[in-house]
C-alpha cells in the first residue's frame, strides 16, 4: 500500500508541474536572444515610462498560469540619465501591475554578444524578485531590468508560485546582442 501511495502522489505531483518546452529566442531588432517555455507571441504598443513616451515591443510565453515576457524599448537618447530613467520607471510599472513589494533586489551581469554571438563583455542590471497579487491570487515575479546605449529591456516571469529553476534558467539566458 504505502508504494501505491508514493506512486500516486508522484503522478498527481508530476500532472500539477508545467511542461516547459525551452526554445532559443533571437530578436535581432529588439537586440537581446532568450530561451522561452513555449512558442512566442509577439506585440508592439505605446508605453509612458514616467513620462518618456515610447514603443515597447514585448516577446512572450505562457506555460499554464505562468508568463514569461521580454520587453525592449528604444530610448530617447543613449545617455546614462536616459538609462536610468527607463529601467526605473519598468520596475516600478512591473511591481505596480503585480501590487507587489520587492523582497529581494541583486545586481546581476547580462552577457552582451557580438555579430558573430561571441560574448565580449557584459551589462550590469537589477534583478528583483516581487511578491504581490493579481486579480486577488497571490503571485510572484521575478524580473531583470537592464539598459545600454538607447536601449533598456526588461525580462519578467510572473507565476502563481515560485518556480525558482524555470525563473534562472529564463533570466541566466537573457543575453544582449548588437
Avoid at 506585440?43 to 513620462?51: C, S, V, Y
Avoid at 525558482?164 to 544582449?176: G, N
Wanted: glycine residues 6%; proline residues 6%; charged residues 20%.
Amino acid at each position: 500500500m504505502p508504494l501505491a501511495l508514493a506512486l500516486g502522489s508522484l503522478l498527481a505531483l508530476c500532472a500539477c508541474q508545467p511542461t516547459y518546452d525551452w526554445r532559443e529566442i533571437h530578436e535581432p531588432e529588439e537586440g537581446y536572444r532568450i530561451l522561452l517555455p513555449a512558442r512566442p507571441v509577439s506585440m508592439k504598443r505605446p508605453i509612458d515610462l514616467d513620462g518618456v513616451a515610447v514603443t515597447m515591443a514585448m516577446t512572450g510565453a505562457r506555460v499554464g498560469e505562468a508568463l514569461f515576457t521580454v520587453g525592449s524599448v528604444v530610448l530617447p537618447s543613449a545617455s546614462e540619465e536616459a538609462r536610468e530613467h527607463a529601467t526605473r520607471a519598468m520596475r516600478t510599472a512591473m511591481e505596480r501591475n503585480v501590487q507587489g513589494h520587492e523582497t529581494k533586489s541583486t545586481q546581476v551581469e547580462v552577457p552582451v554578444l557580438d555579430p558573430a554571438g561571441r560574448a565580449e563583455g557584459s551589462v550590469t542590471a537589477t534583478h528583483v524578485e516581487v511578491e504581490g497579487s493579481v486579480a486577488g491570487e497571490p503571485t510572484h515575479m521575478s524580473a531583470t531590468f537592464v539598459a545600454r546605449g538607447d536601449r533598456a529591456w526588461q525580462a519578467v516571469m510572473i507565476s502563481p508560485a515560485v518556480d525558482a529553476e524555470a525563473a534562472k534558467l529564463f533570466h541566466e539566458s537573457f543575453q544582449i546582442t548588437k
